[in-house]
């Protein structure tokens, strides 16, 4: 089967009635003072002790307005790597703005926002949409979700399904951005940028005879879309990248049709430079003029071994142990036998799995990819 080698809105209230509030949720401290009348006799035998304090007395304050961008027209604005460490994020009632957020969040609501341009660092949770028209965007989160928005332009990466309700005009590309901190930024949302689902959108509401949703261009660029910001900005300090071959997240064709017939299954075991591997193998790979179709970073049992990589599978077990796989799907032809040149020169000292012919290598994405979508609930 496979080869191995080591080495707020303007809406009225009664229009949403589950409309979540646009406020957010930020870490805050209460002091509770205690008072004395004028007859209280103090304790201790001296009164020129500074008061007691508390861990919680030396937070520093938190002002929910720096979670906040409202009401804001034409102006590019945004907040810088750190600014955020985690917190919620609301953004509303914008119209004509470039808006950059370069930092990790836990969630983001974008609310009756008109012709902006968005890069959303990545969000731990849920990135949600709601009554946007004209919207170009960057995202990087763990649930993406619109409703009554219009006109939609989406570079995306996704671990779940996207989710698209009552809304129209929308498209979808594959996520391509880069600045220093990304990468540190994506751990610490807890996302994988090898578990990105942009082309498999689910329309809650649908229209006979109508599509609500589509993919963009294969060669659209987010340069197009959105701009980097001005050199006169407050981000003029981020070295950013629109750049397609910078890109933390790699460039996938999705769901788009295949160029080939051949595809190959490469997957990488854990070790100290899993990822570092894996970027690597996608460079000397599409160099080549090899196309990758699909990434994902999944744990394995056992069990799933033997039904993934069956014959195979009894070389393989010990090495799931050592944490989650990282698998590609390349498409092009001659790609298994090239892919199998790639292992034994760069990769001889590396635990990995590639397809051994092609004429079983589709049967071996076909297994791995349909037990990876299971696994995680797609």
């Not at 949600?128 to 028209?133: A, E, H, L, M």
């Not at 942009?198 to 261009?217: A, C, K, Q, R």
């Amino acid at each position: 089967m496979g080869c191995f080698f080591s080495k707020k809105s303007k809406r009225k209230s009664g229009d949403k009635e589950d409309r979540t509030p646009t406020t957010t949720t930020v870490e805050t401290t209460t002091t509770v003072e205690t008072t004395t009348t004028s007859n209280a006799v103090p304790l201790g035998n001296s009164t020129d002790e500074a008061p007691k304090q508390y861990s919680w007395d030396k937070r520093e304050k938190v002002d929910p307005k720096d979670y906040m961008l409202t009401g804001l027209k034409d102006v590019t604005v945004g907040r810088l790597p750190g600014k955020l460490n985690g917190q919620q994020f609301v953004i509303q009632e914008c119209e004509n703005c470039n808006i950059y957020v370069l930092d990790h969040s836990a969630t983001i609501t974008i609310d009756d926002c008109v012709n902006c341009r968005i890069v959303l660092g990545p969000v731990k949770g849920s990135v949600f949409f709601r009554d946007c028209k004209d919207i170009k965007c960057v995202v990087a989160c763990q649930q993406f979700r619109t409703r009554d928005c219009k006109k939609m332009d989406v570079f995306l990466c996704c671990a779940t399904q996207p989710i698209i309700e009552s809304s129209t005009g929308m498209k979808f590309g594959c996520f391509q951005y880069f600045y220093p901190e990304m990468a540190f930024h994506f751990k610490d949302a807890g996302l994988s940028i090898f578990n990105n689902n942009w082309s498999n959108i689910h329309d809650f509401t649908p229209v006979s005879g109508e599509n609500n949703w589509s993919l963009l261009p294969e060669a659209s660029a987010v340069q197009d879309f959105v701009p980097v910001p001005d050199a006169e900005s407050e981000f003029k300090s981020v070295r950013i990248s629109n750049d397609p071959a910078r890109s933390i997240v790699p460039l996938t064709k999705g769901g788009r049709r295949k160029d080939s017939e051949e595809s190959c299954l490469f997957v990488f075991f854990a070790g100290e430079y899993t990822t570092a591997n894996a970027r690597k193998m996608i460079d000397e790979a599409t160099a080549k003029g090899f196309v990758l179709i699909q990434t994902k970073e999944v744990s394995m049992r056992p069990e799933d071994v033997k039904r993934v990589f069956q014959n195979s599978a009894e070389d393989l077990v010990e090495w799931i142990t050592k944490g989650p796989v990282i698998a590609l799907e390349l498409n092009g032809d001659g790609v298994v036998e090239a892919c199998k040149n790639i292992a034994n020169e760069v990769f001889s000292g590396t635990k990995v799995f590639v397809s051994d012919n092609k004429n079983t290598s589709s049967r071996d994405v076909d297994s791995f990819f349909n037990f990876a979508d299971m696994q995680m609930g797609l």
